[in-house]
Every structure is written in C-alpha cells, then in structure tokens.
C-alpha cells in the first residue's frame, strides 16, 4: 500500500501485491529515470558486440557454435535453412482455420496503410512529387524461445507483403531437436514463405544483417525479441534496416470504477506471462487498485498458477495512484508503454491526450491479446520508452519514399538566385556554380 508517498509491499489473500506508487512523488520519478537508464546495459551491449562480430567474421560457422552452445542442438551449415520437405508440415484444422481469418484482417488493416505517389505542378512549370518503392529482401524475426509466437509470421509478413517486399525470409530458433515450431511454419505456409532459417537470437539479426554462407543479406529486419535481440538490431541500424525497438512486452491499463476488476486482473496477466513483461496498472482510487489486486491474488491462487506468473506480479507489476483519471494520461506518456488499455467512463477524453504508446485499447472488449493475435495492427511495437519516438511496424517500415524535382527552364530561373546566395553563404562555390553556369548558356 501506499503511505507518506513511500511503497509498502502488503500480502493480500495470502499472495504479495502490487507495488504501489504515487504518481507525484519522487517514488515515481526516480522509476521513470531507472527505466530510460537500463534500456541497454553496458555488460549487454558488450556482449552482443561480440557476437555481431564474431558472425560477422566466422559466418556459418558462428551460427552454428552459438546454436549448439544455447540452443542446445547440434546444427550444421547444410541444416541452416529448412528444406522444402520440412516446411510442408500438417497442422490442425482448428489452428489453419484461426490463422487465416487472422490473417485476413490483418491484410485488410495494412492494406488501408498503403502510401500513395503524388505530384504537383506550381505555376512556373516546376513539377514536384513523391514516389514509392519497397525494399527489394526483408528478414523477420519470430521468436521461439519462452513461447513459438505463431502470431508474429502473420504480423511481419503481411505488412511486408501489402509494402511490395519481393523476397521476404523467416528466421526462427529451434528447439533442442533442431525442429522449428510446427505453428510457425503453418502460418509461414499460409502467408507463402518458402525461405526459413533455424537460427535465433543476436547471431541471427546479424547473419540477416551481412549475410553468411547460407543466409541472404537482407535490406530490413522486424520482428519482435528478447534483449539480446532488440540490442542487435540497434547495434546493427545503418548496415541494414530496423522496424523499431520491439523487445519484452509492455502493458499498462487505465481504469475507474466502471471497470471490472475480474477483467482487468485477467488483462494484466495476460501479458504478465510473456517472459520479461513489464505492467502497470494506473487510477485514481485506492479501492479501484485494491478490488483489482485481490482479483489478481484469487486468479494467481485457482485458475492462472504457474510460479513464473507469480513471480512476474510480484517483481514487475506495479500500480501507480493518481489524484484525478484525467492524470493518467500524463502518467502514460511518461511510462510510453508498448500496449495501452483503457477501461474507464472517459475513455475518449484521455486518449486525445496520448501521445506516447504503442498501441491503443479502449474500453472492457478491448484486451490487449486481441491485438497480440488477430484484430488488424501488427502487434510488433515500441518498447522501453521507444513509443516516445517511434511508431508500430507497419507497411512503412518495408518502403522508401523518394522526392521527384523536375524543374522547367523558366521554373528554375526563378529560383536560381536563391540558390546562388545559399551556396555562397554555406561557402559551396561548386554548388552555386550549378546555377551561375545555366545562367551563362
């Protein structure tokens, strides 16, 4: 509980709750620093290092020696990339069923996102426009480790798909016996990915990054992964193309009395069980907070029992009091949380006051697994306050958009002095000579 603006750990029915704060204390504050300052520890960014470089150096070799070592199966350069035969697996009906109507709305979500080319004329003949065009290979990742996201093949390719992407490769870790989860090569086989790598982790974003033996380089990396991960794709940025920062799951919920505490204890551990989670649970009323709480305990108690959940609540969940529901916005865009639920009477009111999240949800139909499976918007996001400056994967992040300048004689003699006294005062003659020598002719 929450006394004097310090936190008190308190048991409730028996299991620890949540840390509380108050959201004007310095309890508050000093979380908000912690969190900017361990997005990339020193001993993580070394150690990715090394392997980027070592992959960078040994190639096949290196994918190999680091497959063995964690994930504890003996890979060979010829088994790096699946066979045809492989990748032709049975699955369930059920799961082909679920995954297609999945993917279809995901397709039509992307689909709205398209850009569209455009030029324009001025008066004095000069023509200005823009032109679209996707990268030609993109690498997605889908990660495997804690959990096979089958999910997450629907979320990178289709966007990638609807941008244009010719060549489009699926890198994926494989399990003790080298086999890649059954689900993900279904939804590979849905979306039409006949290119597969059994490789994961750092070694993997960098084998897509240069290119091995066996792995093509690629022009763009997305897809969602552990700390390891997310800090290769950042190391790597400017070699290749990145979607964003997408590392560990991110979750924060905005609710009042309206809400129901049954539903939201649910929400919260929903995403509570991705490995690595962090979740925050923000209002106005200490009632609110403690009716959640005990719903949390009693479902930790019978229904969702696994020790990782428990722990996961007792060491990175925590709820944060603010004086009025209105507050709690200004509380979201200081967290910036990867997903952001909002369960309230002034749903509307508060989001026109987000700035910072990943994705939106707004009222009790509304859970955050929606979008983690099958409502429309990829669901690979910003996380570690990345939602500050960046944006969700989307077709954009597979496309390059280019300026067209075509000026007519006329049009760029009224212009061309313009020129000539910028160049001169950034001291390029070169540059204004470019206009002085079409002046001469």
């Given at each position: 509980m929450l006394k004097n603006g310090k936190i008190y750990i308190v048991t409730i029915l028996g299991v620890t709750a949540l840390k509380r704060i108050y959201a004007n204390k310095n309890d508050f504050s000093e979380m908000i620093a912690a969190r900017n300052d361990d997005i990339a520890p020193d001993s993580l960014r070394v150690t990715v290092?090394?392997?980027?470089?070592?992959?960078?150096?040994?190639?096949?070799?290196?994918?190999?020696?680091?497959?063995?070592?964690?994930?504890?199966?003996?890979?060979?350069?010829?088994?790096?990339?699946?066979?045809?035969?492989?990748?032709?697996?049975?699955?369930?009906?059920?799961?082909?069923?679920?995954?297609?109507?999945?993917?279809?709305?995901?397709?039509?979500?992307?689909?709205?996102?398209?850009r569209k080319e455009w030029f324009s004329e001025s008066e004095t003949g000069a023509e200005l426009g823009e032109i679209i065009r996707p990268v030609k290979h993109a690498g997605l990742y889908v990660p495997a480790g804690t959990a096979p996201l089958v999910s997450t093949v629907l979320m990178t390719v289709i966007p990638a798909q609807v941008a244009g992407v010719e060549e489009i490769c699926v890198v994926t870790p494989p399990d003790k016996n080298g086999n890649v989860n059954p689900g993900i090569l279904a939804a590979c086989k849905i979306c039409g990915i006949k290119e597969i790598y059994?490789?994961?982790?750092?070694?993997?974003?960098?084998?897509?990054?240069?290119?091995?033996?066996?792995?093509k380089k690629v022009d763009v990396i997305a897809g969602p992964g552990n700390r390891f991960v997310t800090e290769a794709k950042r190391q790597l940025y400017g070699y290749v193309g990145i979607d964003l920062i997408a590392g560990p799951s991110e979750s924060l919920i905005i609710a009042d009395e309206s809400a129901n505490p049954k539903w939201v204890a649910a929400d919260i551990l929903s995403q509570?069980?991705?490995?690595?989670?962090?979740?925050?649970?923000?209002?106005?009323?200490?009632?609110?907070?403690?009716?959640?709480?005990?719903?949390?305990?009693?479902?930790?108690?019978?229904?969702?029992?696994?020790?990782?959940?428990?722990?996961?609540?007792?060491?990175?969940?925590?709820?944060?009091?603010?004086?009025?529901?209105?507050?709690?916005?200004?509380?979201?865009?200081?967290?910036?949380?990867?997903?952001?639920?909002?369960?309230?009477?002034?749903n509307e009111k508060i989001l026109k006051n987000i700035r910072n999240a990943g994705a939106i949800f707004l009222g009790p139909y509304s859970p955050v697994p929606l979008g983690d499976f099958c409502a429309g918007p990829s669901h690979v996001l910003p996380t570690a306050c990345a939602a500050t400056f960046m944006s969700g994967l989307s077709t954009d992040t597979f496309i390059k958009r280019m300026g067209v300048i075509n000026f007519s004689e006329k049009s760029f003699k009224t212009i061309s002095k313009t020129m000539q006294i910028i160049a001169?005062?950034?001291?390029?003659?070169?540059?204004?000579?470019?206009?002085?020598?079409?002046?001469?002719?």
């Open positions: 290092s090394d392997i980027i470089s070592t992959v960078r150096k040994n190639g096949d070799t290196a994918l190999c020696d680091f497959t063995k070592e964690f994930d504890k199966f003996d890979l060979t350069p010829q088994k790096i990339r699946l066979s045809e035969m492989e990748m032709d697996i049975d699955c369930e009906n059920e799961l082909i069923d679920a995954l297609i109507q999945a993917a279809g709305n995901i397709r039509n979500y992307h689909e709205k996102q398209k059994r490789i994961g982790s750092a070694w993997a974003i960098a084998a897509l990054a240069f290119g091995t033996e066996s792995v509570a069980e991705h490995a690595g989670s962090t979740t925050f649970l923000v209002s106005d009323s200490p009632a609110v907070l403690d009716s959640i709480e005990n719903s949390i305990n009693e479902l930790l108690r019978t229904t969702l029992t696994a020790n990782s959940l428990k722990k996961a609540v007792k060491e990175t969940l925590t709820s944060v009091l603010v004086d009025s529901i209105s507050e709690a916005a200004e509380v979201t865009n200081k967290i910036a949380p990867e997903h952001l639920q909002i369960i309230t009477k002034e001169e005062k950034e001291q390029l003659p070169a540059h204004k000579y470019t206009a002085t020598v079409r002046n001469l002719d």
